[in-house]
């Protein structure tokens, strides 16, 4: 099969448990985007040869992807896909090391050795991330996936508070509040070794979540950074939101919903977007999307409003987003689109203003 031009040994179709190596083309716009955001890194940076690590490789194609920004070093637990890589890696003329490990033992091995770790496994991530935070680099970039959304959007709050030690919330925005708990829980691993985890670019699209961040072992920048991690408030009542612990709905009074504790900063670096903006090619369509969204709304931190479900709630015919947008923007407050949804508005608007501008349009 052949990804942007580079050739890999992969089953045709959809994946299977029981295929010899697992590849996934629905992962696309996650690989294109995180070739796009180490390059925006490495700029910064500015080191020669840096190293980079493929964990949980499969094919090798995300190792591939990346093989003009450094050194690279690929792994994977299971040898068909170490056989699968070795004949890619000559089929592309790429020069790369290729081990046979347990992730986590491969991980280990090289303690600050990697400027960008990407970690791409099924399911969660948290297995590796202790692992993770040992190999980053004290100035690093790291990528997680994560394909067990159902558990922080709480449709298995009891899974949640288990992996991640968090309450979720099931509601219009769960896939934001998912995000959040995610970006925490990388944040926290990477505290334990006095490094700093700052998110730069994280999205969720299909069936999962991507966090991707930089990392530096600092022990004042990771105190600073504490600030972020709380607790979001609430009202299933009238659909008010705040990412602060309050006990009362400030507007209907009602008691309000907990979850948490969680990342309440940015999920984004609007810097960090705009350089990788300048740098995807236009015709990778669904991954500039995706980027495009993520920006124009990176510098707004309350979640995002689903419009039909505070149209339903407040009884209001559903507006057009577009309008909403405007007229929240002409009364001067920061307003966009989200990438989590097609009927999301996000601002930090009071919701009070929110519903008056529902009702105008
Ligand atoms: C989701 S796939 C990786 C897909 C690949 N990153 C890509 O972009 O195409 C997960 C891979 O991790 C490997 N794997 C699962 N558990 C592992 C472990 N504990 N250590 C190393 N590899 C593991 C599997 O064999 C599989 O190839
Ligand atoms: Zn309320």
Redesign the pocket.
């Known amino acids: 099969m052949e990804e942007r031009g580079l050739k890999i040994y992969a089953p045709e179709g959809e994946p299977k448990m029981d295929d010899k190596?697992?590849?996934?083309k629905e992962?696309l716009e996650n690989?294109d985007l995180s070739l796009i955001a180490a390059q925006v890194f490495f700029e910064k940076i500015d080191i020669e040869d840096p190293n980079i690590g493929?964990?949980?490789?499969?094919?090798g194609?995300?190792g591939l992807r990346y093989a003009e920004l450094g050194d690279l070093h690929l792994?994977?637990?299971?040898p068909n896909?170490v056989e699968a890589v070795e004949k890619a890696l000559k089929e592309n003329n790429v020069e790369a090391s290729v081990e046979n490990?347990?992730?986590?033992v491969f991980l280990s091995g090289k303690p600050g050795y990697f400027h960008f770790i990407d970690v791409?496994?099924?399911g969660p991530f948290t297995p590796f991330l202790d692992s993770t935070a040992r190999a980053a680099n004290y100035n690093s970039f790291v990528g997680l996936t994560a394909t067990d959304n159902s558990a922080p959007t709480g449709s298995y709050p009891t899974v949640c508070e288990r992996r991640y030690g968090s309450k979720p919330l099931k509601n219009g925005f769960m896939h934001e509040t998912a995000m959040r708990i995610y970006i925490k829980e990388a944040f926290q691993n990477f505290a334990r070794y006095d490094k700093c985890f700052e998110p730069k670019f994280c999205y969720q699209f299909k069936h999962y979540t991507r966090v991707m961040g930089r990392v530096t072992e600092s022990k004042k920048r990771t105190n600073k950074a504490l600030k972020n991690i709380g607790y979001l408030s609430y009202c299933d009542e009238c659909g008010w939101r705040k990412l602060e612990r309050i006990q009362e709905c400030r507007h209907c009074g009602s008691e309000v919903e907990h979850a948490g504790p969680l990342w309440t900063g940015k999920i984004a670096d609007s810097r960090f977007t705009e350089k990788m903006l300048e740098k995807i090619p236009e015709e990778w369509e669904s991954s500039k999307d995706i980027l495009e969204k993520v920006h124009a709304e990176s510098e707004i931190v309350t979640p995002f409003y689903d419009l039909h479900e505070l149209a339903s709630r407040h009884d209001i015919s559903v507006p057009k987003r577009d309008k909403v947008i405007e007229a929240l923007d002409k009364k001067g407050y920061p307003v966009s689109r989200t990438h989590f949804g097609p009927t999301g508005i996000r601002t930090d608007a009071p919701i009070e203003d929110v519903i008056e501008v529902m009702n105008e349009k």
């Open positions: 190596v697992f590849f996934n992962m690989r493929d964990p949980l490789t499969g094919t194609i995300r792994n994977d637990a299971n896909a490990k347990d992730a986590n791409d496994p099924y």
